[in-house]
C-alpha cells in the first residue's frame, strides 16, 4: 500500500529568493545591515534565500533598476540555483518591474522592498480596521501595475480593420483600473467610519484626564515585551519583524494610584513605504496624540542609531516631533558593560531597560510618573456636600496632595491633569 500511494508532505514548500541590493553614496544604512534586514523581511514572509548579489550605483537604470551585465548575472543566478523569487531593496517602478521579470524568465517572481513589507503586513493584520489599511495600501501599490500584468495579452489583438484600434488587453485593462479604483475607495470609506469610532474613543480618553503613553520604535525593537512587563499584560512577542500591527492599549498604574495607558503601536524600518504610512494614519494618530513617547531602541543592534533617525523621521512625518520623549535602550541583559557605559555617555538622560529581566523598569515607571506629574496643574478646591461625583473624580483621576472636611464642604489639593482642569473650574477656592 505504502508502494502505490507513497506519503506526501503537505508542508509548504518556501520560495527561494535572490536578494538584490544596490550601494549608493550617502546612504544612512550600510548595505550589509540593509541586505541583513531584507533577509530577516524574506525569512518573515515564508521565504528561503539562497543567494544575493549587489551593485554600487550612482543612480538607478530607468529601466531596469541595474546595469545590464548585472541583470544577466541575476538571470543567471536564477537557473543555476532554481530561485522562483528575485526581491529588490528598493522601490521599482512598475516598468521596471515589468522589464526585470521579462529578462530574468516568465516563472521567476520579481518584487521589491514595498511589495515584501506589504505581503508581511497582510500575514500579521489581526483586526478589521488593520486588514482594511492592509488592502488600502496593495492596491494603491497594484494600480499602477496594472498594465504590465495585461502586456501578455498584446499578442491576442484582433486583426487590422474596424474595431481593432484597441485591444483585448486595454479593454480589460481599464475594467481592472476601475476595480481597483472603486476598491480603494470603497476601503476608504470603511477605514473613515471606524476612524470615527476611534476619534470617539479617543475625545473620551483625552477628557478622562488619564495621561497617555504610547510605545514607538523600529520594529523587533521589544515594544510588546516591555508593555508585557510594564502592565502585566500578554500582549503577543515575537523575534519577528512586524509581529505587531494592530494598536494595543493597557492601563498602568504608578505609585501614589495614578494611571496611565500605555498604547504599542507599529513598527518602523528604513524605506518604511509612503503608502502604508498613509493607511496606518489612525494607527499612527495614537502616537501623535499621546502625550509621552517612549521611543524603544534595540540596544542589541550594530546600527541603532541609524534606526533612531529611522524612527525620528517617521514621527516627523506624522506630526510627533514635539511630544515629550523618554529615549529607552531595550535589551539591556544583552550588552555587555563597556556598552552600557558607552550609551550612558553618549545619552545621559536615556533609561536603559530590559523587558526579559524587568531591570530598570521601575526606573522606567518612575520617570512616566514624574512626566505625568509635570503635565498636572496644582489646585486648591472646596466641593460642596451634595457634589461627590466631584470628589469621586479627584480621587479617580488625580493625585490628592490634602483632603479635609469642613462646614462648607469638603477641602482639597490636588494635581489635576490638563483636560480636568475644566471640570473643577467652578469649585477652585477664590484669593
Same mark, same amino acid.
Given at each position: 500500500?505504502s508502494?502505490?500511494f507513497?506519503?506526501?508532505?503537505?508542508?509548504?514548500?518556501?520560495?527561494?529568493?535572490?536578494?538584490?541590493?544596490?550601494?549608493?553614496?550617502?546612504?544612512?544604512?550600510s548595505?550589509?545591515?540593509?541586505?541583513?534586514?531584507?533577509?530577516?523581511l524574506?525569512?518573515t514572509?515564508?521565504?528561503?534565500?539562497?543567494?544575493?548579489?549587489t551593485?554600487?550605483?550612482?543612480?538607478?537604470?530607468?529601466?531596469?533598476?541595474?546595469?545590464?551585465?548585472?541583470?544577466?548575472?541575476?538571470?543567471?543566478?536564477c537557473?543555476t540555483?532554481?530561485?522562483d523569487?528575485?526581491?529588490?531593496?528598493?522601490?521599482?517602478?512598475?516598468s521596471?518591474?515589468?522589464?526585470?521579470?521579462?529578462?530574468?524568465g516568465?516563472?521567476?517572481? #520579481?518584487?521589491? !522592498?514595498?511589495?515584501? &513589507?506589504?505581503?508581511?503586513f =497582510?500575514?500579521? +493584520?489581526?483586526? @478589521?480596521?488593520?486588514?482594511?489599511?492592509?488592502?488600502?495600501?496593495?492596491?494603491?501599490?497594484?494600480?499602477?501595475r496594472?498594465?504590465?500584468?495585461?502586456?501578455?495579452?498584446?499578442?491576442?489583438?484582433?486583426?487590422?480593420?474596424?474595431?481593432?484600434?484597441?485591444?483585448?488587453?486595454?479593454?480589460?485593462?481599464?475594467?481592472?483600473?476601475?476595480? #481597483?479604483?472603486? !476598491?480603494?475607495?470603497? &476601503?476608504?470609506?470603511?477605514l =473613515?467610519?471606524? +476612524?470615527r469610532? @476611534?476619534?470617539?474613543?479617543?475625545?473620551?480618553?483625552?477628557?478622562?484626564?488619564?495621561?497617555?503613553?504610547?510605545?514607538?520604535?523600529?520594529?523587533n525593537?521589544?515594544?510588546s515585551?516591555?508593555?508585557?512587563?510594564?502592565?502585566?499584560?500578554?500582549?503577543?512577542?515575537?523575534?519577528?519583524?512586524?509581529a505587531?500591527l494592530?494598536?494595543?492599549?493597557?492601563?498602568?498604574t504608578?505609585?501614589?494610584?495614578r494611571?496611565?495607558?500605555?498604547?504599542?503601536?507599529?513598527?518602523?524600518?528604513?524605506?518604511?513605504?509612503?503608502t502604508?504610512?498613509?493607511s496606518?494614519?489612525?494607527?499612527?494618530?495614537e502616537i501623535?496624540?499621546s502625550?509621552?513617547?517612549?521611543?524603544?531602541?534595540?540596544?542589541?543592534?550594530?546600527?541603532y542609531?541609524?534606526?533612531?533617525?529611522?524612527?525620528?523621521?517617521?514621527?516627523?512625518?506624522?506630526?510627533a516631533?514635539?511630544?515629550?520623549?523618554?529615549?529607552v535602550?531595550?535589551?539591556?541583559?544583552?550588552?555587555?558593560e563597556?556598552?552600557?557605559?558607552a550609551?550612558?555617555?553618549?545619552?545621559?538622560?536615556a533609561?536603559?531597560?530590559s523587558?526579559?529581566t524587568?531591570?530598570?523598569?521601575?526606573?522606567?515607571?518612575?520617570?512616566i510618573?514624574a512626566?505625568?506629574?509635570?503635565?498636572?496643574?496644582?489646585?486648591?478646591?472646596?466641593?460642596?456636600?451634595?457634589?461627590?461625583?466631584?470628589?469621586?473624580?479627584?480621587?479617580?483621576?488625580?493625585s490628592?496632595?490634602?483632603?479635609?472636611?469642613?462646614?462648607d464642604?469638603?477641602?482639597?489639593?490636588?494635581?489635576a491633569?490638563?483636560?480636568?482642569?475644566?471640570?473643577?473650574?467652578?469649585?477652585?477656592?477664590?484669593?
Amino acid at each position: 500500500m505504502s508502494a502505490r500511494f507513497p506519503l506526501r508532505s503537505t508542508e509548504p514548500v518556501p520560495e527561494r529568493a535572490i536578494l538584490v541590493g544596490i550601494e549608493r553614496p550617502g546612504s544612512r544604512f550600510s548595505l550589509d545591515e540593509t541586505l541583513a534586514e531584507l533577509g530577516r523581511l524574506a525569512h518573515t514572509a515564508g521565504a528561503q534565500v539562497v543567494a544575493q548579489t549587489t551593485q554600487r550605483l550612482e543612480a538607478p537604470n530607468p529601466k531596469t533598476f541595474v546595469g545590464s551585465g548585472k541583470l544577466e548575472e541575476i538571470a543567471q543566478m536564477c537557473r543555476t540555483l532554481s530561485a522562483d523569487l528575485v526581491v529588490f531593496d528598493d522601490e521599482l517602478t512598475p516598468s521596471q518591474q515589468s522589464n526585470l521579470e521579462k529578462s530574468v524568465g516568465k516563472d521567476v517572481k #520579481v518584487i521589491d !522592498r514595498t511589495a515584501l &513589507i506589504l505581503d508581511i503586513f =497582510a500575514l500579521h +493584520a489581526t483586526t @478589521r480596521e488593520g486588514r482594511l489599511q492592509i488592502r488600502l495600501a496593495q492596491n494603491q501599490y497594484l494600480y499602477p501595475r496594472l498594465r504590465g500584468m495585461w502586456a501578455h495579452l498584446a499578442s491576442n489583438r484582433m486583426g487590422g480593420g474596424v474595431g481593432s484600434r484597441f485591444g483585448e488587453g486595454e479593454s480589460q485593462l481599464e475594467v481592472d483600473r476601475r476595480i #481597483v479604483r472603486n !476598491r480603494i475607495t470603497q &476601503i476608504k470609506r470603511e477605514l =473613515a467610519d471606524l +476612524a470615527r469610532n @476611534r476619534n470617539v474613543q479617543r475625545a473620551s480618553r483625552n477628557t478622562s484626564g488619564i495621561v497617555r503613553v504610547s510605545l514607538a520604535g523600529y520594529t523587533n525593537a521589544g515594544k510588546s515585551s516591555l508593555l508585557n512587563a510594564l502592565c502585566g499584560s500578554d500582549v503577543l512577542e515575537q523575534d519577528q519583524l512586524f509581529a505587531t500591527l494592530d494598536s494595543t492599549t493597557r492601563r498602568l498604574t504608578l505609585e501614589g494610584g495614578r494611571t496611565v495607558t500605555l498604547t504599542d503601536t507599529v513598527g518602523f524600518i528604513q524605506k518604511l513605504p509612503t503608502t502604508l504610512i498613509e493607511s496606518f494614519k489612525s494607527t499612527l494618530d495614537e502616537i501623535r496624540e499621546s502625550d509621552i513617547v517612549l521611543h524603544v531602541v534595540d540596544a542589541t543592534s550594530d546600527s541603532y542609531e541609524a534606526q533612531m533617525e529611522a524612527v525620528e523621521e517617521v514621527l516627523g512625518q506624522i506630526g510627533a516631533q514635539g511630544i515629550v520623549r523618554i529615549l529607552v535602550f531595550n535589551k539591556i541583559d544583552l550588552v555587555d558593560e563597556e556598552t552600557r557605559a558607552a550609551l550612558r555617555g553618549r545619552w545621559p538622560l536615556a533609561l536603559l531597560v530590559s523587558a526579559r529581566t524587568r531591570e530598570g523598569t521601575g526606573d522606567l515607571a518612575k520617570r512616566i510618573a514624574a512626566l505625568a506629574a509635570a503635565q498636572e496643574e496644582m489646585l486648591s478646591l472646596i466641593v460642596p456636600y451634595d457634589q461627590g461625583s466631584i470628589v469621586s473624580l479627584a480621587h479617580e483621576r488625580c493625585s490628592i496632595v490634602e483632603e479635609r472636611h469642613e462646614e462648607d464642604g469638603t477641602h482639597l489639593v490636588v494635581r489635576a491633569p490638563a483636560a480636568l482642569v475644566p471640570h473643577f473650574a467652578s469649585y477652585v477656592e477664590q484669593g
